[in-house]
């Protein structure tokens, strides 16, 4: 349930709803918009009149939240969440946009990739340092030497670091590196892992899982958010479907959806979301097009030796050309990048 207040309520009538709703034991969850106060009441009881809240003072009026999720919806807070890396927005008028290899490799690709992207315009960098491969042969990623590359190309080039946690056990070790906390697809309905994300302070990137369908997407969301942390960027990396034309189907619907559902920010990934390099500019154009708040792109330097996800990485000449494509779609948006 939420409750809204009334836009000249009083702190005392925000705090005597809030005593009412805590005195019957819901979760209190306070949102302090620009216009109006918002207060979130997350608990499972059915019996309540919502009647009770409404004739209180101050309250301007009740919503049954009938989407299981509440932190993460639009209703407990309707103006967009903007998250921040290293001073770059995201979920704002600006568009984000990440690149960077599938895998870290070694200190030179990292360097030689990063100074790439970033005179191509990207603000952020990705790279994985623990890769999540589906096979236990293929290459596992450098561990806490990728993540030291990572810093450095970071600093060096001015761009913020994404790298994929996939337990919660490297946690405290990836936030010494990292500015952003990536969540893979694999690891999406991983509760523990979401769960020990709210509690720490950095941004977290939620990927989509390959089956999962928009609401439990956003069930995870909220996993992270009810620990406190509401610094969570979703990110649309293609589906699971009978289609074998494209590695996976990158739903570019979800992202008015998740807009319409969600205030957290969502960008698209179609490298994933493709799994072909030709297949990549095309459909970062439609996934800002359709209001993505960011991209993120695979970018190797020579990727027909990268250690994975080669055939899907763009050469930072293509990089370079979908930048200037996507600035001319940003315009016609009156957004920038
Ligand atoms: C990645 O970003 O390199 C990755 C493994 O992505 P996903 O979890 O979407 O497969
Ligand atoms: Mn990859």
Redesign the pocket.
């Known amino acids: 349930m939420v409750v809204v207040m009334d836009m000249q309520a009083t702190e005392a009538q925000i705090q005597s709803v809030i005593g009412r709703l805590s005195e019957m034991g819901f979760d209190i969850h306070r949102s302090t918009g620009v216009t109006r106060t918002v207060i979130g009441a997350i608990g499972d009881k059915t019996g309540v009149d919502t009647r009770d809240f409404e004739v209180l003072p101050g309250v301007h009026e009740v919503v049954r939240i009938t989407e299981p999720y509440k932190l993460a919806s639009r209703t407990f807070k309707e103006e967009d969440t903007v998250v921040e890396a290293k001073g770059i927005q995201i979920g704002g008028k600006q568009l984000a946009l990440i690149a960077g290899p ?1 895998a870290v490799e070694s200190r030179d690709q990292l360097m030689t990739i990063a100074e790439q992207v970033k005179e191509a315009g990207a603000h952020g960098l ?1 790279g ?1 340092a623990f ?2 491969r589906t096979s236990p042969y293929s290459f596992q990623g450098l561990g806490e030497e990728g993540l030291k590359y990572l810093r450095e190309a970071g600093e060096r080039f001015g761009l913020f670091v994404v790298t ?1 946690v996939m337990d919660r056990a490297q946690i405290a070790l990836i936030s010494e590196y990292a500015d952003v906390l ?1 969540v ?3 690891n999406m309905q991983n509760y523990t892992l979401l769960t020990e994300l709210g509690k720490q302070p950095k941004p977290v990137l939620l ?1 989509r899982g390959m089956a999962a369908t928009v609401e439990d997407w956003l069930m995870s969301a909220e996993y992270i958010m009810a620990g406190g942390n509401h610094q969570v960027i979703l990110c649309e ?1 293609g589906i699971r479907t009978f289609e074998r034309y494209t590695r996976n189907t990158l739903d570019i619907s979800a992202i008015p959806v998740v807009h319409k559902l969600s205030h957290l920010p969502i960008i698209a ?1 179609p490298s ?1 979301g493709t799994g072909i390099r030709e297949k990549v500019l095309p459909m970062a154009r439609a996934a800002v097009a359709a209001g993505a708040d960011g991209l993120m792109v ?1 970018v190797h330097h020579d990727p027909n030796h990268a250690k994975s ?1 080669g055939a899907q990485s763009l050469v930072p000449e293509q990089f370079r050309e979908m930048v200037r494509e996507i600035r001319i779609i940003v315009q016609a948006l009156g957004r920038e990048v």
């Open positions: 599938c990705r994985g890769k999540p994929e990536q893979g697809a694999r990927k990396r990934d994933h695979e996800d």
